[in-house]
């Protein structure tokens, strides 16, 4: 019998993303992370999260490595061009390195096909993890996204991508059919995020320039200039979620009238809302029909970013 479920994640976050990591997680699968490591039946690509560095689809669970050994030599495919490595884990409690070693040496000679450890076309992983061994498919994170860091037009105020990447996934739990719009999509990094990640997104921007410096970046990564130059208060479609990057008087100038005004139209378009604000807005989306289901603080600088959940 199965005791651990399909896929094994191990994530890894700087201190000061912890708890943005901690609220993608319980987001998209549903509980706590804990030691860095997460088991689920949910699949999720790791690329398309800041803090996955790996999943590993788990193909057996045994008590011992010669019992993974039998499988494997059960198993007649040929896998030509294939790597076998350990996955570390990052809660310290890894195995020593020569023993990791003589592991994948004694399992990768029984292994049908030949070895490819620059250019593997199939990844396969093991490790140890509550005196069972796993072994599966090792799916890491492709960290292409990092490309993003550099785009041809700019913003001081823009999100970083880490934490574009999180909420467009904490916006909609990670499911690709439900739809999200940027209603102040500024130079657009959660569009490209979103975009990328596979999900349904839109944006508006009022500044003129700036929605064509948005539609800029898009294209420049590939994808369709999707940006609207329209105020938000416009906006007559329905969304299942919206991220409001609200914008603040400490780079723009906005009354706090202005930003009730931002978060009850998103109240409108959206049933969810994943708030981006230098400021507390509790009241302001408890006062437009949200109700606060999840909240986490990013540092930037000398200041913190508040993340709130509100359905
Ligand atoms: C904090 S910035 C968003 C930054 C964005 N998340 C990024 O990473 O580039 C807020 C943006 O909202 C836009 N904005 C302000 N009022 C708006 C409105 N009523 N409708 C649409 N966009 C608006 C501003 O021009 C500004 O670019």
């Not at 030509?80 to 390195?97: C, M």
């Amino acid at each position: 019998m199965r005791k651990f479920p399909k896929y094994m994640y191990v994530v890894n976050y700087p201190i000061q993303e912890e708890e943005i990591c901690h609220l993608e997680m319980k987001v998209v699968f549903g509980k706590e992370l804990e030691d860095k490591m997460l088991f689920s039946d949910v699949k999720f690509n790791p690329s398309n999260s800041p803090f996955i560095k790996t999943r590993l689809d788990i193909l057996y669970e045994k008590d011992t490595v010669e019992e993974i050994l039998e499988e494997i030599i059960k198993d007649k495919t040929i896998y030509d061009n294939f790597k076998l490595e350990y996955v570390r884990l990052t809660n310290e409690n890894n195995i020593p390195y020569e023993e990791r070693l003589d592991i994948i040496r004694k399992l990768s000679n029984k292994i049908e096909g030949c070895h490819n450890f620059k250019n593997p076309e199939f990844n396969f992983g093991i490790t140890k993890i509550e005196n069972k061994w796993l072994f599966g498919i090792d799916n890491k994170n492709d960290y292409k996204w990092h490309a993003h860091d550099n785009k041809p037009c700019s913003y001081s105020n823009s999100l970083g991508v880490k934490v574009a990447k999180a909420v467009v996934n904490i916006a909609n739990s990670g499911s690709i059919d439900k739809t999200i719009v940027d209603p102040c999509c500024g130079v657009g990094t959660t569009l490209v995020e979103a975009l990328d990640a596979g999900y349904k997104i839109e944006g508006y921007e009022i500044n003129t320039q700036i929605a064509n410096n948005a539609n800029i970046n898009l294209e420049f990564y590939g994808f369709d200039p999707i940006v609207v130059n329209d105020d938000m208060h416009n906006i007559q479609k329905n969304y299942d979620s919206s991220i409001v990057d609200i914008p603040y008087g400490l780079f723009s100038h906005i009354s706090a009238d202005e930003q009730r005004k931002i978060i009850e139209t998103a109240r409108r378009i959206s049933r969810r809302i994943v708030l981006i604000s230098f400021e507390n807005h509790d009241l302001m989306l408890e006062e437009s029909g949200f109700k606060i289901q999840h909240r986490c603080i990013v540092p930037k600088g000398k200041f913190k970013r508040f993340i709130v959940v509100a359905e």
